[in-house]
C-alpha cells in the first residue's frame, strides 16, 4: 500500500520568511513523488517532482530515501505563494502508476 | 501544453437523477484518464482509473454501479453519478496521463465539476 503523509495542515508565514512543508511517505517499491499546487479558484497544477531535480518558482524538494521523505523548501516565501499544496507518490516505475495524495497544506503568506 | 477540460463545471440536480460528467483531453491523446471526489477543503480521493477500450478499475469502496465510467476514446472518459443522492454532493475532478515523452508521467488536471444533490 502507498501512503503520504503531510502533517500539517496550515502554515503561516511571514513574507520574506523561509517555509518548508513536511511530507512523508510509506510504498513498497521505488516510488516516484510529485509536489502539486493549487491556487485559489484554479486547477490543480504539478509544481515539481522529484526525479527533474530542479527548481521551480524558488521551491526545491529533495527526496530523502532513508528517512523517506519528500519536503518541500523555499527561502524566502512571497505572497503569491499562498495555495494549497498537496505531495503525491505514484510508483511508475513500477506500472502502478496512480497518484496518492497527502491531506494537503494550506499556506498562507502574510505581508 | 496539455489541457484537460471539464463539463459542465458546476451541476444541480434532483435526488435520484443521473449526472454525467464529461472529461476531455483538448490537445493530447489520453490513454488512461482518472477520476478524483473532493470535498471542501480536503485532499483528492481517487475513484477509478479510466483505461481507454476497456472497464475502469475502481478504487475499494467505491460502487462501480453508482459511478459509471465510460473511455470511449483516447480523449473522452465519463463519469455518469446514478441515482445520484445528497451525500454525492462532491467537487469531481478528472486528469489525464500525459505519457507523451516531454510530459514524462505528469497528470493533468481538469477544473473540476461542482455537483449539488438536493
Known amino acids: 500500500a502507498q501512503r503520504v503523509t503531510q502533517p500539517e495542515k496550515l502554515l503561516s508565514v511571514f513574507k520574506g520568511a523561509p517555509v518548508e512543508l513536511k511530507c512523508n511517505y510509506s510504498y513498497s517499491g521505488s516510488p516516484e513523488l510529485f509536489w502539486y499546487v493549487q491556487y485559489s479558484r484554479q486547477r490543480l497544477q504539478l509544481l515539481l517532482r522529484h526525479i527533474s531535480r530542479e527548481s521551480i518558482k524558488g521551491f526545491t524538494a529533495d527526496l530523502n530515501k532513508g528517512e523517506t521523505s519528500f519536503h518541500l523548501k523555499k527561502p524566502f516565501a512571497q505572497e503569491e505563494d499562498s495555495a494549497m499544496y498537496y505531495c503525491?507518490?505514484?510508483?511508475?516505475?513500477?506500472?502502478?502508476?496512480?497518484?496518492?495524495f497527502g491531506a494537503g497544506t494550506t499556506v498562507t503568506v502574510r505581508a | 501544453g496539455a489541457v484537460v477540460s471539464q463539463h459542465p463545471s458546476w451541476v444541480i440536480c434532483k435526488s435520484g437523477t443521473s449526472v454525467k460528467i464529461e472529461c476531455r483531453s483538448l490537445?493530447?491523446?489520453?490513454?488512461?484518464m482518472f477520476w478524483y471526489r473532493q470535498f471542501p477543503k480536503q485532499s483528492l480521493m481517487l475513484m477509478a482509473t479510466s483505461n481507454e477500450g476497456s472497464k475502469a478499475t475502481y478504487e475499494q469502496g467505491v460502487e462501480k454501479d453508482k459511478f459509471l465510467i465510460n473511455h470511449a476514446s483516447l480523449t473522452l472518459s465519463t463519469l455518469t453519478v446514478t441515482s445520484a443522492h445528497p451525500e454525492d454532493s462532491s467537487f469531481y475532478i478528472c486528469?489525464?496521463?500525459?505519457?507523451?515523452?516531454?510530459?514524462?508521467?505528469?497528470?493533468?488536471f481538469g477544473p473540476g465539476t461542482r455537483l449539488t444533490v438536493l
Open positions: 490537445d493530447f491523446q489520453a490513454t488512461t
Open positions: 486528469s489525464a496521463d500525459g505519457l507523451a515523452e516531454e510530459s514524462g508521467n505528469e497528470q493533468f
Open positions: 503525491a507518490l505514484s510508483g511508475r516505475r513500477s506500472n502502478d502508476y496512480k497518484l496518492s
